[in-house]
Protein backbone atom coordinates (compact mmCIF):
# COMPACT_ATOMS: atom_id res chain seq x y z
CA UNK A 1 0.00 0.00 0.00
CA UNK A 2 1.52 3.64 -0.90
CA UNK A 3 -0.10 6.72 0.58
CA UNK A 4 1.20 9.57 -1.72
CA UNK A 5 -0.02 13.24 -0.30
CA UNK A 6 1.04 16.35 -2.85
CA UNK A 7 -0.18 20.23 -2.30
CA UNK A 8 1.26 21.45 0.85
CA UNK A 9 3.48 24.83 0.94
CA UNK A 10 3.82 28.13 2.28
CA UNK A 11 0.64 30.63 2.19
CA UNK A 12 -0.61 33.70 3.73
CA UNK A 13 -3.17 33.92 6.33
CA UNK A 14 -6.61 34.14 4.94
CA UNK A 15 -5.31 32.21 2.25
CA UNK A 16 -6.38 28.48 0.85
CA UNK A 17 -4.93 25.31 -0.23
CA UNK A 18 -6.28 21.89 -0.79
CA UNK A 19 -4.24 18.67 -0.33
CA UNK A 20 -4.55 16.05 -2.24
CA UNK A 21 -4.10 12.20 -1.11
CA UNK A 22 -3.47 8.89 -3.79
CA UNK A 23 -3.36 5.54 -2.43
CA UNK A 24 -2.39 2.05 -4.55
CA UNK A 25 -3.04 -0.97 -3.60
CA UNK A 26 -5.84 -0.60 -1.66
CA UNK A 27 -9.51 -1.38 -1.88
CA UNK A 28 -9.83 2.85 -1.01
CA UNK A 29 -13.84 2.80 -1.38
CA UNK A 30 -13.93 0.36 1.59
CA UNK A 31 -12.05 2.22 4.18
CA UNK A 32 -12.00 5.35 6.17
CA UNK A 33 -9.90 7.92 5.13
CA UNK A 34 -8.48 10.63 7.44
CA UNK A 35 -6.31 13.80 7.63
CA UNK A 36 -4.07 14.25 10.74
CA UNK A 37 -2.05 17.05 11.37
CA UNK A 38 1.09 17.66 13.38
CA UNK A 39 2.21 20.73 14.75
CA UNK A 40 6.05 21.12 16.69
CA UNK A 41 6.22 20.22 20.10
CA UNK A 42 2.59 18.71 19.74
CA UNK A 43 0.65 15.44 19.50
CA UNK A 44 -0.75 14.32 16.00
CA UNK A 45 -4.15 15.13 16.10
CA UNK A 46 -7.19 14.43 13.59
CA UNK A 47 -8.28 16.66 11.49
CA UNK A 48 -11.13 15.18 9.46
CA UNK A 49 -12.46 11.54 8.85
CA UNK A 50 -14.70 10.95 5.81
CA UNK A 51 -16.47 7.63 6.06
CA UNK A 52 -15.94 4.77 3.56
CA UNK A 53 -18.24 4.02 0.51
CA UNK A 54 -20.33 6.69 -0.98
CA UNK A 55 -22.01 7.38 2.23
CA UNK A 56 -20.02 11.08 2.50
CA UNK A 57 -20.34 11.08 5.81
CA UNK A 58 -17.29 13.49 7.41
CA UNK A 59 -16.03 13.87 10.69
CA UNK A 60 -14.27 17.32 12.10
CA UNK A 61 -13.36 17.04 15.70
CA UNK A 62 -11.39 20.38 16.03
CA UNK A 63 -13.86 22.72 16.47
CA UNK A 64 -10.44 25.64 14.84
CA UNK A 65 -11.74 24.18 11.63
CA UNK A 66 -15.34 23.56 11.12
CA UNK A 67 -16.38 25.65 8.50
CA UNK A 68 -12.72 26.45 6.85
CA UNK A 69 -11.73 22.88 6.53
CA UNK A 70 -13.64 20.38 3.88
CA UNK A 71 -12.67 16.56 3.50
CA UNK A 72 -13.70 14.75 0.41
CA UNK A 73 -12.81 11.70 -1.25
CA UNK A 74 -13.20 10.52 -5.33
CA UNK A 75 -13.72 6.58 -5.24
CA UNK A 76 -13.11 6.13 -8.71
CA UNK A 77 -9.59 7.92 -8.71
CA UNK A 78 -8.40 6.18 -5.12
CA UNK A 79 -8.05 10.07 -3.81
CA UNK A 80 -8.85 12.01 -0.60
CA UNK A 81 -9.02 15.59 -0.78
CA UNK A 82 -8.66 18.03 2.25
CA UNK A 83 -9.59 21.83 0.93
CA UNK A 84 -8.25 24.29 3.85
CA UNK A 85 -9.63 27.73 3.54
CA UNK A 86 -9.28 30.71 5.88
CA UNK A 87 -5.98 29.13 6.89
CA UNK A 88 -4.60 30.87 10.05
CA UNK A 89 -1.04 31.08 11.74
CA UNK A 90 -2.18 28.57 13.89
CA UNK A 91 -2.92 25.88 11.14
CA UNK A 92 1.07 25.73 10.37
CA UNK A 93 1.70 21.74 10.84
CA UNK A 94 2.72 18.69 9.15
CA UNK A 95 -0.28 17.59 7.45
CA UNK A 96 -0.48 13.38 7.11
CA UNK A 97 -2.75 11.07 5.22
CA UNK A 98 -4.37 8.12 6.45
CA UNK A 99 -5.43 5.01 5.31
CA UNK A 100 -8.09 2.78 6.76
CA UNK A 101 -6.91 3.68 10.34
CA UNK A 102 -3.49 1.87 9.35
CA UNK A 103 -1.25 3.20 6.31
CA UNK A 104 0.19 6.86 6.21
CA UNK A 105 1.50 9.11 4.32
CA UNK A 106 4.59 10.61 4.21
CA UNK A 107 3.62 13.93 5.49
CA UNK A 108 3.18 17.20 4.17
CA UNK A 109 4.57 21.04 5.46
CA UNK A 110 1.64 23.51 5.77
CA UNK A 111 2.90 26.79 6.69
CA UNK A 112 0.75 29.64 7.36
CA UNK A 113 2.42 32.72 7.60
CA UNK A 114 3.13 36.48 5.93
Known amino acids: VQVVESGGGLVQPGGSLRLSCHVS????????MSWYRQAPGKVRELVAR??????????YPLSSVKGRFTISRDNAKDMVYLQMNDLEPEDTAVYYC??????WGQGLQVTVSS
Open 25 to 32: GFAFSSYV
Open 50 to 59: IDSGNTGFTH
Open 98 to 103: NAGNTY
